[in-house]
């Protein structure tokens, strides 16, 4: 599997996740804050409480659009992504 496809798998993976506690909220459920959890850096710890869900799903509302008509490789989609950087 080529390394970009790979990376695009990643990112999905990672946005879908980020986005879950988002999804969770618009629809009414309360979203618990971030767990403190021994062993984690605390740098790492301040990062997670910085993740704001509008940015997340402002992101994602983003990326299922249908103007970007899909993002398979070499897709008008996928060519209006490049250099969009970190969502």
Do not use: F
């Amino acid at each position: 599997m080529p390394s970009s496809t790979v990376r695009d798998l990643l990112l999905t993976m990672t946005i879908i996740a980020l986005a879950m506690p988002a999804v969770a909220q618009s629809a009414g459920a309360s979203v618990p804050p971030v767990p403190q959890v021994s062993g984690v850096p605390a740098a790492a710890q301040q990062a997670a409480q910085q993740i704001d869900p509008e940015k997340i799903r402002e992101a994602v509302k983003y990326l299922a659009d249908d103007k970007l008509q899909g993002r398979g490789p070499g897709t008008a989609g996928a060519r209006g992504l490049i250099g969009c950087g970190p969502v």
